[in-house]
């Protein structure tokens, strides 16, 4: 995953966390 990007957009990275479950999940 793109973590950088995920990491600027939080409600992203969490979508993302969610479906992939790749950057360790919801919101971390």
Same mark, same amino acid.
């Given at each position: 995953? #793109? #973590? ?9 990275? /969490? $979508? %993302?966390?969610? $479906?992939? /479950? ?5 919101? %971390?």
């Amino acid at each position: 995953a #793109a #973590a950088v990007a995920f990491l600027a957009s939080p409600a992203a990275r /969490n $979508i %993302t966390g969610a $479906i992939l /479950n790749v950057d360790g999940g919801l919101n %971390t």
